[in-house]
């Protein structure tokens, strides 16, 4: 029973060194994943960002492979509509706030 709790610290301390190294794996200096969405159950298609290429690639458990590459007018086209679309919560509150005036306006009018 004594060994239980200095176990337990060494697990933790072996997690907290363990996820700190994994993180700084993880940040690729040239490598990107930028988007990825899944198609099937075990299937998805990526698009990544190796150094200024943009690759889309479909991953599935047999393997990537490589279905086009995206033009540089294809990535600033495709970022001007996703700023276009981007739906937030300041995008929520100043819906419901015309929503409020819409009421109050009907209200008045009532």
């Known amino acids: 029973m004594a060994a239980l709790p200095v176990v337990l610290l060494l697990a933790y301390l072996s997690f907290k060194l363990s996820r700190g190294y994994m993180k700084t794996l993880r940040k690729g200096q040239f490598l990107k994943v930028v988007e990825t969405v899944p198609v099937f ?44 679309v981007h739906l937030g919560p300041s995008t929520f509150l100043n819906f419901k706030d015309k929503l409020k005036k819409v009421n109050s306006d009907w209200r008045q009018n009532q």
């Open 41 to 84: 159950n075990k299937s998805a298609i990526s698009i990544v960002q190796v150094g200024d290429r943009y690759l889309v690639i479909g991953v599935t458990e047999q393997g990537v492979h490589l279905l086009t590459e995206l033009t540089e007018e294809e990535v600033v086209e495709m970022k001007k509509k996703s700023n276009e």
